[in-house]
């Protein structure tokens, strides 16, 4: 992120907590999941409706949790009425399955970072990003497939440019719960939690 760095960014515990996800998602790649970075963001419009959909983490640091999609999507309008969210990330290969939960605000990464990830992209994902209209009402898949073709055909021979709908969103933690799974239903819960003056604290939770 370009903004200075937030003063919960060189805290100890979260760092701690940082370093802790990123071993665990390390450990999940190499058990073999699916998909490891796959998470669960849990997003609420102006009026309270909460909605859930399955989208991938593409960096974690420690600005926060960084994922893309189309601005005008109906996950982009919620986070515009309410830039909350909770993502969940569950990994069943790891010991007795472990999840990990991460409240925190959500903002737009700078354009230059969307631009890096974008460019990054497969061409057929960057054709795609200008074909869908992410959420609205689609007629027919011919008339999805007629946008990309146009799309394909528009930059045909030439690179595909980031469209100004489309980038990424950085969620700073202010909670991160690592749970770990546990016969009998004993499970482990450790919480990191960001208090109002900035500080960070740790705690165990009841399963």
Known sequence: MTESTRPYDVDPLYQQAIAGFAGLLAQ???AGEPEP?????????GD????????LLKAVDAAG???????ESAKAQQLAAHPQ??????WKRLRE????????????????D?????????????????????????????????????????????????PPH????VLAPDRIEFWFGAEYRLHDRDLYERSGDGQWSRRNLYP
Do not use: K
Not at 85 to 90: M, R, S, T
Not at 114 to 128: E, K, N
């Open 114 to 162: 969307s631009d890096a990830y974008f460019a990054s992209r497969p061409r057929g994902s960057q054709i795609g990003a200008w074909a869908s209209r992410q959420s609205q009402t689609l007629p027919d898949r011919a008339a999805f497939e007629a946008r990309y073709a146009e799309a394909e055909a528009r930059y045909s021979g030439a690179e595909v440019p980031r």
């Open 85 to 90: 969210a909770a993502l969940c990330f569950h």
């Open 48 to 55: 309270g409706r909460v909605s859930a959909r399955i989208v």
């Open 37 to 45: 970075t796959a998470m669960t963001l849990a997003t609420c419009d």
């Open 166 to 169: 489309w980038g990424g969103y």
């Open 65 to 71: 949790f960084r994922f893309f999609t189309n601005y």
């Open 28 to 30: 999940a790649e190499q």
């Open 97 to 112: 399955q472990v999840q990990v939960r991460v409240e925190g605000r959500v903002q737009r990464l700078p354009e230059a």
